[in-house]
């Protein structure tokens, strides 16, 4: 583990919940960028973010020293995020909010010196993406952004989210395939504008 999360950890356990912040601040960017990866929403994340340190204080004394604290903290969140989502889903069919233009987490569109058309082409192409992982169940969801987003191994996916590796595998397919349904018309219509290209 990290020396200093070794010290702050050690210090909260020692009664010095003020330490707590510090783990907070060296910790918080992280969590709430993969909690936004698998909401989808900022107002969702900040609130996984919160469960998430609520979660990790309570258990703090669980926690296994030896292990990384920003792994355990990525399990939480996950976690967090899960539970987030099926609540979501019982209460009311979820609005995922779009990236903003600046945001290319969830869907990579290169674009060069994009005129009008593929400017458009690549605002359908993120709004589809988005709407496609709205319609993935949260555990499906998890997994496509734990393993294509963050870049998370079988195993380490399989234990976050306490499943087997063929579930794991399963739910990834799943999602993949959903994605590429929902984009498939539109990779189509690159291909046709590709063909329409002039050369250069």
Known sequence: MDPRDSDLVRRVLAGDTAAF???????????????????????????????TFLRAFRFLSRFDQRAELGTWLHRIAVNAAIDLGRRSRRERAARIDLPDEGDRSLAEVPTGEAGPERRALAAEIRRRTAAALAGLSPSERAAFVLRHCEGRSIAEISSTLGKRDN????????????????????????NQESLHEEPA
Do not use: C, M, W
């Open 167 to 190: 579930a794991t595998k399963q739910s990834i397919f799943r999602a993949v395939r959903k994605l590429r349904v929902a984009l498939a018309p539109l990779v189509s219509a690159e």
């Open 21 to 51: 912040e510090g783990l907070v601040a060296a910790h918080s960017r992280a969590v709430y960028g993969l909690a936004f990866r698998i909401t989808g929403n900022a107002a969702a994340a900040e609130d996984v973010v919160q469960e």
